[in-house]
């Protein structure tokens, strides 16, 4: 529940609940009517006020991401793939061989053990890689070699 809902809910929102009491309160139907009113705008104008915060925001990362987008240096436009790469080099290094280099040599070989937060941080960043690049191959295909991409799809893939 965002805070746009606590203050705009129908029923148990802020303003509801302010316009109940009001409504509780003895003063004529005109008082409340203004009393009501006057809440209306001010609601009105926290949510202006929130949606015009949020745009700013979302204006400067973007801002953001288009300047790191436009700088002049391939790898650091790209360094998603040597992620992916890194951590698949560290999971054929652990898992495969490791093992059979001690195998072959008959000697016990202990695999470094990666944490948790290692496994997670590396996987959502090829699920976020392999996911663009899935998107950008589909639209080449659609739409021929332009491509014709989303700047979703863009920012994703570099």
Do not use: C
């Amino acid at each position: 529940m965002g805070l746009i809902d606590i203050l705009t809910g129908p029923v148990t929102g802020l303003v509801g609940s302010i316009g109940g009491i009001i409504d509780s309160l003895h003063t004529s139907d005109d008082e409340k009517a203004a009393a009501n009113l006057q809440i209306a705008a001010l609601a009105a104008d926290t949510e202006l006020k929130m949606t015009q915060e949020l745009t700013k925001e979302l204006e400067a990362k973007e801002r953001v991401i288009v300047a790191e987008l436009q700088q002049g240096d391939n790898y650091t436009k790209r360094a998603r793939p040597t992620v992916v790469y890194v951590g698949l080099g560290a999971f054929i290094l652990n898992y495969v061989l490791i093992p059979n280099i001690a195998f072959a040599f008959g000697t016990t070989l202990v695999p470094v053990e990666f944490p948790v937060e290692f496994w997670a941080g590396w996987s959502g960043i090829v699920m976020t890689w392999t996911i663009g690049r899935s998107m950008e191959k589909r639209a080449v295909t659609q739409n021929g070699p332009e491509g014709s991409t989303s700047r979703l799809v863009k920012i994703i893939t570099g």
